[in-house]
């Protein structure tokens, strides 16, 4: 009985390999199969194409993915808060610069029904909100 149990095994290895594993990778040479497409398409985005590679500002730590990146910041550098707060400065900047180059070019800027007082005392709420927490 366990001679055909073996036989059996032996035969079908390859089938039920395949079942498992029916994503081939089509680049020549390769031989990696995986499971689900969303598997065999990061393997060919990470092995096989030219990726962005994506530096950390703090450390000499770098990788091709912006999940990667963003737990390394994580786990690494910062505290959730901190690095909330650190986005939050960076898209503050960002519209900075994009309201000055607004008032620059001659447009009034108010795409957004007047908001731009609210805007500014936001601003100046979360300024003194840094400063307190500072102290």
């Not at 505290?79 to 939050?88: G, T």
């Not at 900047?93 to 000055?100: L, P, V």
Request: hydrophobic share 25%; with cysteine; proline share 3%.
């Amino acid at each position: 009985m366990e001679d055909l149990l073996e036989l059996h095994a032996a035969t079908n290895e390859a089938w039920i390999e395949e079942e498992r594993q029916p994503y081939l990778c089509p680049t020549t040479g390769c031989g990696q199969a995986y499971a689900t497409l969303k598997q065999i398409t990061r393997h060919q985005r990470e092995q096989h194409e030219v990726m962005k590679i994506l530096y950390c500002f703090r450390c000499p730590y770098q990788t091709g993915r912006a999940d990667d990146m963003a737990r390394h910041e994580d786990t690494q550098h910062a505290h959730p808060a901190v690095r909330r707060l650190e986005k939050r400065e960076r898209k503050e900047g960002r519209q900075e610069e994009d309201e000055q180059e607004s008032e620059g070019s001659g447009e009034n800027g108010s795409k957004r029904g007047g908001s731009q007082g609210q805007t500014e005392e936001r601003k100046k709420g979360m300024a003194t909100q840094r400063a307190e927490d500072a102290i």
